[in-house]
């Protein structure tokens, strides 16, 4: 098992950011904090700002259980669908082997896996990349282009990401949020926003059709290089998918708390 502090430290990054996203969509949004449960729900289009995860270090498979039976119940309450996420080492190893099992009993699917990853790599070089200019995200148009790489990474409809995105004064000033843009174009962005003495990258993406030319790696590190000057800060953190797992390593990234998505069937 790996040091479960580091499955904390990952978990608590979640919760905080996300407190801070959903607010900005919503004021109204669903940020409690239940017993064992963190709800970061801005109940928008764009289902990663739609948001459960477990806090409970050590819990063990009854109480696991319970809460994801009762994750599964806030869910179903919401209007639009969203993610369970779970940080697999905060749970005991019964209650690792039997997480599947006891989300199918809820109604809910797993529907991709993830990474947490942290590293104390600040500063890094300001980085370059030939065929790319880096922009920072400081405008309306700036900010859609942001969504819309997000949504056609991820398989989202546009209007989902503009519905994440398309308001927010807060990605235009404080998040360190940068396009990478190709001949005109935005073609690949990442973002980094100061939570509670780290760095956290988020909303990284490359549009599919310019993958695998290292553009995502490039604007990770530009956002990590304007995030880390502005702030000060050392260490960073992410949570990162299958697809861009192997890109962080090479920043300096180490991988440390494997997690699951999961998604209430249809």
Same mark, same amino acid.
């Given at each position: ?5 580091? @499955? +904390?430290? @990952? ?12 607010? /900005? ?5 669903? &940020? %409690? ?10 109940? $928008?289009? *764009?289902?990663?700002?739609? $948001? ?6 050590? +819990? ?6 319970? %809460? &994801? ?17 779970? *940080? ?8 690792? @082997? ?13 529907? *991709? !896996? ?10 890094? !070089?300001?980085?370059?990349? !030939? ?16 969504? /819309? ?13 503009? /519905? ?35 760095? *956290?990258?988020?909303? &990284? ?7 695998? %030319? ?36 090479? +920043? ?7 997690? @699951? ?6």
């Amino acid at each position: 098992m790996r040091d479960l502090a580091d @499955s +904390i430290e @990952s978990m608590e990054q979640l919760a905080a950011v996300w407190r801070v996203m959903v607010l /900005d969509r919503d004021p109204r949004a669903d &940020v %409690r904090d239940l017993p064992g449960i963190a709800v970061r729900w801005a109940d $928008c289009r *764009f289902a990663f700002w739609n $948001c459960l995860t477990l806090t409970e270090p050590g +819990i063990g498979a009854g109480p696991a259980r319970q %809460r &994801v039976h009762e994750a599964a119940r806030i869910m179903r309450s919401k209007k639009h669908p969203g993610f369970l996420w779970v *940080f697999e080492e905060l749970l005991d190893d019964e209650a690792r @082997s039997g997480l599947r099992e006891a989300a199918e009993q809820a109604g809910l699917a797993h529907a *991709f !896996p993830g990474t947490g990853m942290a590293g104390d790599l600040l500063p890094v !070089p300001e980085p370059a990349h !030939p065929e790319l200019t880096f922009v920072r995200v400081t405008t309306d148009e700036q900010l859609r282009a942001f969504a /819309d790489l997000n949504s056609r990474a991820y398989g989202f409809p546009l209007e989902d990401g503009r /519905d994440g995105l398309g308001r927010s004064p807060l990605w235009k000033s404080e998040v360190h949020a940068y396009l990478g843009v190709r001949d005109g174009t935005a073609v690949t962005c990442a973002a980094t926003m100061e939570a509670d003495g780290r760095l *956290f990258v988020l909303l &990284v993406a490359t549009d599919p059709q310019w993958e695998r %030319r290292g553009y995502g790696e490039a604007v990770t590190r530009k956002a990590l290089y304007e995030g880390g000057r502005a702030t000060g800060l050392t260490r960073a953190t992410l949570h990162a998918t299958a697809a861009g797992a192997p890109v962080y390593p090479r +920043i300096g990234f180490e991988p440390n708390s494997p997690m @699951s998505f999961y998604a209430l069937r249809d």
